[in-house]
C-alpha cells in the first residue's frame, strides 16, 4: 500500500485560511469515509483533529474543517494563528483492512 | 486522562529483535471499545500503521510487516509490547503506541510521545 500524497508545505499569514490535500485511491480516500487528520508539534504526541473526513473531536477548534472529493481528502484551517504551526498528516482506511498515512506536511505561519 | 508511554532499547543491532512496551495509565486497557496500536515514522518521513491488538488478544497487521511483527497484551501490567524481528537500518523509526477506538477507522485519540529506535551495529 502506497502512502497518501500530500504537499510537502503549505504557509500562510495569521488570519489566513489554508488547505492541505492528501491523495489517494479509489482503494483508500475514494473508496471509505474513514478519513483522518493528526496535528504534531515535533517531540509532542499527535493529536486527532478530524476524523471520518469531517467530524472535529470535542474540544478541536472549529478553525479546522475537513472534506472529500473523489480520491482527495483536504484538511482546512481558517483564522491562521501561530499555534497551529505544525506537521499535519492525514490517514484512510483501505481495502486490504489496513490503515495508510500521508507523508506530512509542514504548516508554516508566516 | 489516558496517557501512553514507551519503553525500550533505543539501540538494536541488525537482524536482531526489536522489543518496545507501551504502558497505558488513566484507562484500563482491558475495559475495551479500543484497539492499541502501533504506528512508526522513519527520520523525515511519513507516519506507517504496524498494527493493532485487542483486549481480547484479536491482533491486525500491516501485510507489508505482518511476517516479522508480533503485537502482544499484558492487561495485569496495564501494557501492550511490539516484537520486530530480523531489523535492518530500515527499521529506524520513531515508535508510536496509540489508542484507536474500535468503532471506527483510523481514529487515533490518543497517543504516546514517541520512541527513537536505531538499527546500527
Known amino acids: 500500500q502506497s502512502a497518501l500524497t500530500q504537499p510537502d508545505s503549505v504557509s500562510g499569514s495569521p488570519g489566513q485560511s489554508i488547505t492541505i490535500s492528501c491523495t489517494g485511491t479509489?482503494?483508500?480516500?475514494?473508496?471509505?469515509?474513514?478519513v483522518s487528520w493528526y496535528q504534531h508539534h515535533p517531540g509532542k504526541a499527535p493529536k486527532l483533529m478530524i476524523y471520518?473526513?469531517?467530524k472535529r473531536p470535542s474540544g478541536v477548534s472549529n478553525r479546522f474543517s475537513g472534506s472529500k472529493s473523489g480520491n482527495t481528502a483536504s484538511l482546512t484551517i481558517s483564522g491562521l494563528q501561530a499555534e497551529d504551526e505544525a506537521d499535519y498528516y492525514c490517514s484512510s482506511y483501505t481495502s486490504s483492512s489496513a490503515l495508510v498515512f500521508g507523508g506530512g506536511t509542514k504548516v508554516t505561519v508566516l | 486522562q489516558v496517557q501512553l508511554q514507551e519503553s525500550g532499547p533505543g539501540l538494536v543491532k541488525p537482524s536482531q529483535t526489536l522489543s518496545l512496551n507501551c504502558t497505558v495509565s488513566g484507562g484500563s486497557i482491558s475495559s475495551g471499545g479500543y484497539y492499541w496500536s502501533w504506528i512508526r515514522q522513519h527520520p523525515g518521513k511519513g507516519l506507517e500503521w504496524i498494527g493493532y491488538?485487542?483486549?481480547?488478544?484479536?491482533?491486525y497487521y500491516n501485510p507489508s510487516l505482518k511476517s516479522r511483527v508480533s503485537v502482544s497484551i499484558d492487561t495485569s501490567k496495564n501494557q501492550i509490547s511490539l516484537k520486530l524481528g530480523s531489523v535492518t537500518s530500515a527499521d529506524t523509526a520513531v515508535y508510536y503506541c496509540a489508542r484507536e477506538d474500535s468503532g471506527g477507522y483510523g481514529v487515533f485519540d490518543y497517543w504516546g510521545q514517541g520512541t527513537l529506535v536505531t538499527v546500527s551495529s
Open positions: 491488538i485487542y483486549y481480547s488478544g484479536g491482533t
Open positions: 479509489s482503494s483508500d480516500v475514494g473508496g471509505y469515509n474513514y
Open positions: 471520518d473526513v469531517t
